[in-house]
């Protein structure tokens, strides 16, 4: 190899390690650094885009109950436990049909490609099973809001959201168990 070959060579070396470590960098910027979950940026694109494509699919609100109470009782690293399970939960229960994020505190959401071909009741047993911590069986307790999109006059992510939200606020009213789902 000549010297002009290595002279170009080098600051292309260069650019590419650069864009690889930026494209690394705004990967983990997409992700919750407790549950791996997408955030709020990384989960948007990839709701919308599966709405466009998916007309039965909906949108799911999770908020975490009495979360504030189990992380002051037991500690944050109990409370980083239950998001943790909580993510899990709902990252397996979404599998392949759909995608779940963490918006912040205790709320998370996911989208799934069709409302029928998932279980809500599966889901909410699985956010309710105790987390076993430390020794401690520590309850757990969910509340779930549902927009199915062909609800919505326009299918938007906004829109959804605001619905599941309402839904999600709806199933804390009735006993703080269950899930919801907007009519």
């Not at 229960?93 to 912040?104: M, S």
């Not at 401690?136 to 829109?159: E, F, K, M, Q, R």
């Amino acid at each position: 190899m000549d010297l002009n070959t290595a002279a170009n060579i080098v600051p292309l070396l260069g650019w590419a390690v650069h864009g690889s470590l930026l494209t690394r960098r705004l990967a983990s910027a997409r992700r919750d650094p407790v549950t791996g979950l997408h955030t709020r940026a990384g989960w948007t694109a990839r709701a919308e885009h599966l709405i466009r494509r998916h007309p039965r699919a909906a949108v799911l609100l999770v908020d975490l109950d009495h979360f504030k109470q189990l992380n002051d009782t037991h500690g944050h690293a109990a409370g980083d436990a239950a998001l943790i399970a909580t993510a899990d939960r709902l990252r397996a229960w979404c599998g392949r049909n759909g995608t779940p994020g963490r918006l912040g505190g205790d709320e998370f959401v996911a989208v799934v490609q069709d409302l029928a071909a998932v279980d809500l009741d599966s889901l909410t047993a699985a956010l309710h099973r105790p987390l076993h911590y430390d020794g401690l069986s520590l309850p757990l307790a969910a509340s779930v809001g549902v927009c199915p999109i062909s609800n919505l006059a326009v299918p938007t992510l906004t829109d959804a959201l605001a619905a599941a939200d309402a839904a999600m606020y709806a199933a804390k009213g009735r006993a703080r168990r269950g899930s919801r789902t907007t009519r």
